[in-house]
């Protein structure tokens, strides 16, 4: 049986094989490198604020995302080739559950054939998928990408929230949300449909524990509705019901929105929250999408008479839409100036004239208020943004 074969056979037997399922990262990353006949394979996991890359592993040392090949990899999503102090190459490869940029992967061989880097980028595939499905039980991965303790409320409210990037082929959404380990009452979701991208990004009163509370109890009021098949306004008014049956003393601001991707067609809800920001090209479209505000969700929408609203507009192909709180824009440069949305818009425009990725963008987005605050904000800052590029 030629070399080639013997590999499938035993990648094929290991996937059979039920044990795999319970296997530790380590342990599978082992077995699947030796069944695909690549001589050795490290996982790098980034940490929670996207700053390093964790070597699952005690042997290699932790990688800078911003000044290391490992991070060119992991930053553009694309593979990079080194030779090995040891002798042989080194392969970086991105680690991605669908959009989701999870880490790299590094494969040391004595040479990189095409043989070797399709079974290369295949490893890489099957680990991002064992990685998915493990991090939600096993507590290992958890601790080794984050750099300090999580506070409650922010163990609460990450419980909840979706994974940073999601995207098809006609849409990409993503999010940041800092401080990373003090998270009070700032939260975001995104879902996809056959037809619809789904984004809502909400600011509870406070910052502890109830304001945590609030917003994961929107998070869910939001999620079941729209299971349930809700269009937007009734969707809307689901969240007011349970905020203002469950904690009445609580309520939160909000923008929940649906972009249709095969058309473009843009629905939103405002409920007392900053307007949304369209980018177009290299232009920010003032007040674009600026409309009136309703009442904040939960009981002040009990308190008026007046039907939630929904507006709605055409996006072209190209543009960008970014939801926030008001954390960001409240958020001062090094010169203690307000970053405003004027700075704030043209950082997101300069980072796309540049060719960045729509995730790394908003990485990039949050250091650079992160690092001006020298790591401390006054408020939670969150970040959305979706662009919808339908194929031509």
Known sequence: MSTS???????????????????????????????LDLQQAVVYLVDLQQRQLIAQTHVASPLPVDDSLAGWTYRTQSLRVEESET??????????DGAERLGVLAVHSSALT???LIRSRALASLLAMMISSKRA???????????????LPSEMLRAFLPPRTIGNAHVVSTAVLEPAYEIGGDAFDHSLTGTTLHVAVIDAMGHDLASGLTSAVALAACRNARRNGAELPELVECVDDALSRWLPDQYC????????????LLRWSNCGHPAPLLIRGEELLVDALEREADPPMGMPARLSS???????????????????????????????????????????????AG???????LRHLIHSILDSQAGRLR??????????????
């Open 5 to 35: 074969r013997a590999s499938d056979a035993l990648l094929l037997e290991f996937l059979a094989d039920p044990a795999h399922l319970t296997l530790d990262l380590g342990e599978a990353v082992a077995r699947c490198a030796t069944a």
């Open 87 to 96: 002798g042989g190459v080194t392969a970086w490869l991105p680690l991605l």
């Open 114 to 116: 095409a043989d070797t």
């Open 137 to 151: 039980f096993e507590d290992s991965l958890v601790r080794h990408t984050r750099a300090e303790q999580m506070q």
């Open 253 to 264: 601001t909000a923008v929940l929105a649906q972009l249709e991707f095969e058309t473009g």
């Open 306 to 352: 007046e039907p939630r609203r929904t507006y709605e507009t055409r996006l072209e192909p190209g543009d960008r839409v970014l939801l926030y709180t008001d954390g960001v824009t409240e958020a001062r440069t090094r010169e203690e100036k307000l970053l405003g949305l004027e700075l704030f818009a043209d950082y997101v425009i300069r980072a796309t």
């Open 355 to 361: 060719g960045q990725l729509a995730p790394e963008t």
């Open 379 to 392: 408020d939670d800052a969150t970040i959305l943004m979706f662009e919808w590029r339908p194929p031509r």
